[in-house]
C-alpha cells in the first residue's frame, strides 16, 4: 500500500505541478513574446512584423505543447522517431548489408 501510494504521489507531482507549470510558462511566453514583436510592428509600421507577432500570439497551443514535452522530458523520443531518422536507420543498416534502402534515383530527398 505505501509503494502504490509512493507512486501515486511522484504521478501528481509530475502530470499536476510539473506540467501544469510548463503549461503556464509556454501560454504567457509565446504570448508575452508575440504582444511584444506585435507592438514593435504596429509602432515602426512595418507590416510582416505585426503579421509575425500575431502568429507567435496564435501559437500559444504548440508553445504550450512543446514546453509540457521538454518538461516531462518527452520531445527527445519524439524527435527520433520522425521520418527523417527512420530513413537514416534505415540507409546506415542498408550500407551495412542488412535491409533494402530507401534512396533511390527517383528520391527528392538524398
Given at each position: 500500500m505505501a509503494k502504490?501510494?509512493?507512486i501515486?504521489?511522484?504521478a501528481a507531482r509530475r502530470y499536476f505541478i510539473d506540467a501544469m507549470g510548463a503549461m503556464a510558462q509556454g501560454l504567457?511566453?509565446?504570448?508575452?513574446?508575440?504582444?511584444?514583436?506585435k507592438t514593435v510592428g504596429d509602432?515602426?509600421?512595418v507590416a510582416f512584423i505585426t503579421d509575425i507577432g500575431g502568429f507567435a500570439v496564435k501559437m500559444a497551443g504548440p508553445a504550450m505543447a512543446v514546453a509540457i514535452g521538454y518538461a516531462l522530458k518527452r520531445i527527445r523520443s519524439f524527435c527520433s522517431r520522425s521520418p527523417l531518422s527512420a530513413r537514416r536507420r534505415m540507409n546506415s543498416a542498408a550500407r551495412a548489408g542488412r535491409?533494402?534502402?530507401?534512396s533511390s534515383p527517383s528520391s527528392p530527398l538524398k
Open positions: 502504490v501510494k509512493e501515486l504521489k511522484k504567457f511566453c509565446s504570448l508575452l513574446i508575440g504582444t511584444i514583436i509602432l515602426t509600421g535491409s533494402r534502402s530507401l
